[in-house]
């Protein structure tokens, strides 16, 4: 009868683990965005054009995004991120390869994360871990992201990420590519 209880106990708390685990993306310290249903609107190509990116699904550690022209609203692209308890990043395809770290839990200044696609090797080094972005939805501290590839260093793009917000800015060789509107979070 004893072993009985014991066995019970032991079943019911591992259904308690692997339920908190479930929730883990709701409950995550470090990457509180990665929620479905959770969108931002972001102006791009200097302003020119208008898209909604929107968490449409989340399993695991692994959101599909949906990014809709607002213009024409057609999808125009599906992407899949990975958000865990330790980073944030991306696959460039359905199949889940090519995976590039954005940005990790403790991320410090000079960190670098490469990602290969395609033959070509992109560098994303962490320049600040604590930078001031103001944008149409706000103000943000944000860590700065400089991505290169290894053919043209000299071109490089930065990117805005805030821990609890996402992307806030992206500028692509000196102009603002996209920035972030509003949110829904």
């Known amino acids: 009868m004893k072993n009985n209880k014991i066995f019970f106990i032991l079943i019911a708390f591992a259904l308690f683990l692997n339920a908190c685990k479930k929730d883990n993306k709701t409950n995550n310290p470090y990457f509180t965005f990665g929620v479905a249903g959770n969108s931002w609107v972001y102006n791009s190509n200097g302003g020119s054009s208008n898209a909604t990116l929107t968490i449409t699904n989340e399993s695991n550690d692994t959101c599909t995004v949906a990014i809709i022209n607002n213009a024409t609203s057609q999808i125009e692209h599906i992407g899949y991120f990975e958000i865990s308890d330790t980073e944030y990043g991306a696959y460039e395809s359905t199949n889940m390869s090519n995976k590039s770290i954005i940005l990790k839990y403790d991320a410090q200044v000079g960190d670098i994360y490469y990602s290969i696609t ?64 509003s949110k829904n979070f």
């Open 118 to 181: 395609l033959g070509d090797t992109t560098v994303n080094e962490i320049t600040s871990t604590s930078q001031s972005i103001t944008v149409p939805a706000g103000t943000f501290d944000c860590y700065e992201i400089k991505s290169h590839n290894t053919f043209s260093p000299s071109i490089f793009d930065l990117s805005y990420i805030n821990k609890n917000a996402g992307i806030i800015k992206v500028i692509e060789n000196g102009q603002v590519d996209m920035e972030l509107v």
